[in-house]
């Protein structure tokens, strides 16, 4: 991206498809290796049916991680997103199951509630000038208590009303995983095609020469909090979807996963540098691990054990192939 | 919004109640549960309430819970907060069955009734300390192995099943599996996998459709409580197996009544949260109003576990 200013359009093309190819080969060689082991070592690994079972799985995974990398490219953090899940999912489900919404303005609500939690991370953090840290810290309690309270702390079935999401429609492949698809297209354009994607990495990079600039970052924070808040919304109610129930401790933990995935992707926990691509393909990671443990019968410790250990390598390699990507630059 | 107007009534009904305590000589029964956040926790804290509200004459209570099931420090402290409250009576779910037999020890030294409810204390731990605390609760692995022997019903030997496990670190978690695996053994079905769902309907999705695929002539997922039950139900349906794979579940939870009635789901068990603790407090509350010593209170009472299909 940064060529682009330098060089003519025709070799520039050329350099960033080459450098795009680089940014991701990588972490494609890597989730085939994984493919490659869980296939040798379980019979049934290597299937329609698992990739299927996975493409599914993982929509609210990856809009999630979507705004967890422009809140990462502007050196924020947003812990609250795995309550913000829950509480949007229970609100549309309780819109669902006692007000007797459709399935349409149940997921307008979930964004909505998505977006108004996201929006006071980002405007308190901005106004009294907090570190987003402790912000979605409290975020994550209150919108973790609000899901008990609206949900009286009982799992909602909601059944085939909210199912629709997550039913196959083409391919066996779910309304979900489109949709998370069209978002990281979308949100990759955003970040390497727009004004706005410039300015959250300028923000991240150097926050005061944007200022100097005469870019004022106060409403690209917020809106950037506000967007992470928005997938996460929509995040909640397609797990709620694929589940068929709200279940008030849905999500817990959840927001160390999706940074785990994002920072596998390359995205710097430092800001100025991230890609949504690199985020999916993070997901991916991160998905086809879990899936594949479960499926040879790793015991739980194990798990956790191996997972820890991705985490870790995968950020080392990453940090050496920057190293160079620099050094040549 | 009415949850809250309940919550805040609650508060206000708490409030209350304090400042009674200090005119008169009911006994002080606290309740120290386990998390607010699970359901089985909070209808059994509601059902001591109610009951609290219909015997208001004979005593008060105080309830009180942690953030998650796993904080035991947190648990460690309130007890420590009931013991200076100078509580008559602790009706307690331990978080641990070892780490909080030495506070139980604290509060019996300290004149204060203990009683033990949903998880039992560690009988190797509190001996140690010479301690004896009664066990007001279910026989999980009966319960287990009474939703086991329904869904062998409608198996034969050789048939593969998979086993939802809660977190494994639980002694409840190992009592379902064990009467799960009882239940299986005696119709001679293979258990192909025990993994653990951490209780939760997502971790419970994945082990479940992960078992799915690695097992596709699976017929049955035994699940070790009814959230993760859910979790396994959903992963049948996107596997396209539904009705081909026989899900069960334990605590019989609202949200699965639906499936039981439309038959995704087969069985359940119904310990009675709501009561289990009552059993606590009424046992806790005759026991000071004779003022039994600790050491001659009865080792164990058993409560009902029922089989639930509909």
């Known amino acids: 991206m940064e060529d682009v200013s330098t060089s003519t359009p025709s070799t520039s ?22 493919v490659a082991l869980f296939s040798y070592l379980s019979q049934y690994f290597f299937s329609a049916n698992t990739f299927l079972t996975i493409a599914n799985d993982i929509p609210a995974i990856v809009a999630t991680s979507v705004g967890m990398t422009f809140v990462l490219i502007i050196a924020g953090i947003d812990l609250s997103v795995g309550s913000v899940m829950a509480l949007s999912a229970a609100v549309a489900g309780i819109a669902m199951l006692q007000w007797h919404w459709s399935l349409a303005m149940a997921v307008l609500l979930a964004m909505g509630v998505g977006t108004v939690t996201g929006f006071l991370n980002g405007a308190i953090s901005v106004a009294w000038r907090l570190p987003s840290f402790i912000v979605t810290l409290g975020m994550l309690e209150v919108a973790r208590g609000a899901a008990y309270i609206a949900t009286d702390s009982r799992t909602q079935y909601i059944g085939d009303a909210i199912s629709w999401l997550s039913n196959p429609v083409l391919f066996g492949l ?68 694929r589940l068929e129930a709200a279940d008030p401790n849905a999500g817990i933990g959840t927001e160390l996963v999706v940074i785990a995935s994002v920072v596998i992707g390359g995205t710097s926990l430092m800001g100025g540098r991230g890609s949504v691509i690199n985020t999916f393909f993070g997901v991916l990671i991160i998905s086809v691990l879990e899936a594949g443990l479960a499926q040879i019968g790793a ?25 160079r990507r620099s050094r040549r630059a | 919004m009415k949850p809250l107007v309940k919550s805040l009534a609650l508060l206000a009904a708490l409030a209350a109640g304090a400042q009674v305590f200090a005119s008169d000589t009911k006994p002080k029964v606290a309740l120290v549960m386990k998390s607010l956040a699970n359901e089985f926790f909070q209808t059994m804290e509601e059902g001591a309430k109610a009951h609290q509200k219909q015997h208001a004459a004979e005593y008060d209570l105080i309830a009180n819970g942690i953030k998650d099931e796993t904080d035991t420090a947190a648990q460690i402290k ?16 331990p978080a641990d069955s070892k780490a909080l037999v030495p506070v139980v020890k604290q509060a019996v030294d300290k004149g204060v009734l203990v009683v033990n409810i949903d998880n039992k204390l560690d009988d190797g731990a509190l ?30 030997a050789g048939d593969k099943v998979g086993i939802l496990e809660g977190v494994s670190t639980t ?45 596709p002539d699976l017929k049955a997922l035994l699940c070790g409580n009814d959230n993760m039950a859910l979790g396994a139900v959903a992963a049948v349906k996107t596997a396209g197996k539904t009705g081909q794979v026989k899900v069960v579940g334990y605590d019989n939870i609202d949200a699965v009544k639906p499936l039981l009635a439309e038959g995704k789901l087969l069985a359940t068990a119904d310990q009675y949260a709501a009561k289990q603790a009552v059993f606590g407090i009424e046992i806790a509350v005759k026991a000071v109003k004779a003022k039994t010593p600790q050491n001659k209170m009865p080792g164990a009472i058993e409560t009902t576990v029922d089989l639930v299909t509909k």
Not at chain 2, 79 to 85: D, K, L, N, S, V
């Open chain 2, 171 to 215: 002694f409840n978690a190992q009592q379902r599996t064990a009467g799960f695996q009882d239940a299986m053994k005696t119709v001679g079905a293979v258990v192909v996998g025990v993994q653990s769902g951490q209780w939760e309907m997502e971790k419970g999705n994945t082990v479940a459709s992960a078992m799915l695929r690695e097992h």
């Open chain 1, 299 to 323: 015991s739980e410790p194990t798990k956790r054990i191996i997972t820890g250990c991705v985490i870790i390598v995968a950020v080392i390699l990453d940090m050496y192939r920057e190293r």
């Open chain 1, 174 to 241: 779910s309304p979900s995983f489109l949709i998370a698809i069209l978002i990281v297209v979308a949100a990759q354009l955003v970040l390497t095609r727009s004004v706005f994607g410039r300015q959250m990495i300028g923000i991240g990079t150097n926050e005061e020469a944007m200022r100097l600039a005469g870019v004022d970052p106060r409403p690209v924070k917020i809106l950037v909090f506000a967007i992470a808040g928005l997938l996460a919304g929509l995040a909640g109610i397609i797990q709620a979807s």
């Open chain 1, 13 to 34: 093309f050329a350099g960033s498809l080459r450098g795009t190819l680089g940014n991701y080969a990588a972490l494609l060689a890597a989730l085939v290796m994984m």
């Open chain 2, 78 to 93: 309130i007890i420590q907060q009931m013991i200076a409250e100078k509580v008559d009576a602790i009706v307690l779910a």
């Open chain 2, 127 to 156: 001996k140690e300390k010479g301690l004896t605390v009664p066990f007001v609760g279910p026989d999980n692995r009966k319960g287990a192995k009474l939703v086991g022997d329904y869904l062998a019903k409608q198996l034969k």
